[in-house]
C-alpha cells in the first residue's frame, strides 16, 4: 500500500565547514521529528562520515535516514548523491577522497567535526571539504548510479554552484534523476522559469546549515515504504508512485 513521505532530502551536520556547529545528530533528529518529517537524508560536503551517527540516533524513532553527500565536480557544480545503504555510500567516498586536493583550513572555511550518537566530538576531517573533487559532472553522475544511487542536481535556481549557473544549461546526456529547487523560490516559480526541463521532477530540499531550517522545505512521495528504489520510482512516476510539493506546515 502506497502512504505519503515527508522528506527532506538535503540536511548537512557539523562536519560541513559552512554548517553550524550545533548541526550534530542528536539535534538533527530531534527536529526532523519535531517537523514531523519521515525521511531526511544526511548530505555533506564530499563526505558521509556523520551518516552512522544519525543513523544510529534514529533508531527506533518513526524516522528514515538516507545516506547522501552533496559532492562539488571539476566544474564547480553541486551534486546530490543519495544511496540505499552505507556501505554504497563509502563507496562514493572512497572515489571522491581519492580525488580530491587540499587541507582544510578551519579559520577560513570553519572546523569539520566528526560525532558519535551521543553528540560527543570523534575527532576532525582534515580534507578540503569544501572544495571541488577533480571528477568532472559526468564522473560524478555515472559514479552514482553505478552504485544504484540517486543524481539529483542540487538548488538549480542558484547562481553558484548549480549545473545551470555554472553551464548555462542541463546538457541532455547527463542523466539526473531530479532537479532540486532551493528554499529561495518557490516550485510554481521553478517550473515557469525552468519549463525547458519539465520531464524532469523538481523536488524541494531545506538544504539546512541550521538546525532552525530543517524541513523548511518538504517534499511529499507517494510510496510504498521509504527506500531508495521507492524514491527513483516516485521521481519517474511509475507504479502509481508520485512526489507532491508540500508547504512546510510548522
Ligand atoms: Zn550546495
Ligand atoms: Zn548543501
Partial sequence: MLKSFRADLHVHTCLSPCGDLKMTPQKIVQQAVYKKLDIIAICDHNSVENISAVTKVAEGKNITIIPGMEICTQEEIHMLALFENIEAAFEMQAKVYDKLQGKNNPEVFGIQVIGNEFDEVLGFNERLLIGAV???????????????GLAIASHIDRESYSVI??????????RFDALEISPNISIEE???RFSEYHTYAFIQNSDA???EDIGKCVTGYQIAEPTII???????????????NLKSTI
Avoid at 577533480?134 to 544504484?148: A, F, P, R, T
Avoid at 527513483?232 to 512526489?243: P, S, T
Fill in 134 to 148: 577533480d571528477m568532472s559532472i559526468e564522473e560524478v553522475v555515472n559514479g552514482i548510479h553505478k552504485l544504484n
Fill in 165 to 174: 549557473g555554472q553551464l548555462g544549461f542541463i546538457p541532455e546526456a547527463l
Fill in 190 to 192: 521553478a517550473q515557469k
Fill in 209 to 211: 546549515h541550521v538546525i
Fill in 230 to 244: 521507492e524514491i527513483k520510482m516516485a521521481l519517474k512516476n511509475e507504479n502509481n508512485r508520485g512526489i507532491q
